[in-house]
């Protein structure tokens, strides 16, 4: 069945570091990949997205790259600011079929001044 | 446009009692998905519905169940609650159901369940 796996939290950083978290999955076919962010008390925002190998999705200066030779779909950032702490979410949707997620554990990321 | 609403925002019941949850989709969004996220389970696929037909569901007892109306809106109900029900239930809208360019999903706020 369809899995991933992302890195455990929390992650702690200064404000203005580099921030990477790190995401694998298992699936068959093309899978479309996301990265969702969870702040405190709110549902879940799309954060990027790639559908396809080599693409690469960015919003707000996060960047992943759908890499599927090595089956992963990384989150960085060059500069956090203390407005990012929140949890993350790695999620992939089957390539045929459906359109259900399957989430990551999520990784929170706490980011102080 | 307004984004996926959900009713109540919280909700604290006691075991056995049964709870309805509502959700309202994205005005054109015909496709509604539930998921449970707990703190050790993570985010778990219930069901999904399109054009008021269950299309997927998910590893959960039949006391989880849902429909769909014919503007969108959904409702999930559990019966017979449980102290392990306790969770946040977030609905997600999408335009397409399934494998369309347009599946993307966004969520409503969730509601907070707590079983007592």
């Known amino acids: 069945g369809n899995s991933v796996t992302q890195m455990e939290g929390p992650v702690t950083l200064s404000e203005e570091a580099f921030l990477t978290i790190n995401c694998t999955y298992t699936?068959?076919?093309?899978?479309?990949l996301f990265w969702y962010v969870q702040y405190p008390g709110e549902g879940l925002q799309l954060l990027l997205k790639?559908?396809?190998?080599?693409d690469k999705g960015s919003n707000k200066g996060f960047e992943a790259t759908y890499r599927k030779e090595t089956t992963s779909f990384h989150l960085e950032k060059g500069s956090v600011q203390v407005s990012d702490s929140a949890v993350y979410f790695c999620?992939?949707?089957?390539?045929?079929?459906?359109?259900?997620?399957?989430f990551g554990k999520g990784t929170m990321l706490l980011v102080s001044p | 446009k307004a984004g996926v609403t959900q009713t109540p925002r919280y909700l604290i019941k006691t075991r056995g009692q049964q709870v309805t949850l509502s959700c309202s989709p994205i005005?054109?969004?015909?496709?509604v998905s539930w998921y449970q996220q707990t703190p050790g389970q993570g985010l778990q696929f219930l069901f999904e519905?399109?054009?008021?037909?269950?299309?997927n569901k998910g590893n959960f007892p039949g006391r989880f169940s849902g429909r769909q109306f014919s503007n969108s809106r959904s409702e999930m109900n559990v019966s017979t609650l449980e102290l392990g029900d306790s969770a946040l239930y977030l609905c997600?809208?999408?335009?397409?159901?399934?494998?369309?360019?347009?599946?993307?999903?966004?969520f409503g706020p969730g509601t907070r369940l707590t079983v007592l």
């Open positions: 790639a559908t396809k190998a080599d």
């Open positions: 519905y399109f054009s008021e037909t269950q299309r």
């Open positions: 997600a809208s999408s335009l397409e159901p399934s494998g369309g360019q347009y599946n993307e999903q966004f």
């Open positions: 999620a992939l949707s089957a390539s045929s079929g459906y359109s259900t997620l399957t």
């Open positions: 005005s054109g969004h015909r496709s």
């Open positions: 699936a068959t076919g093309y899978p479309s």
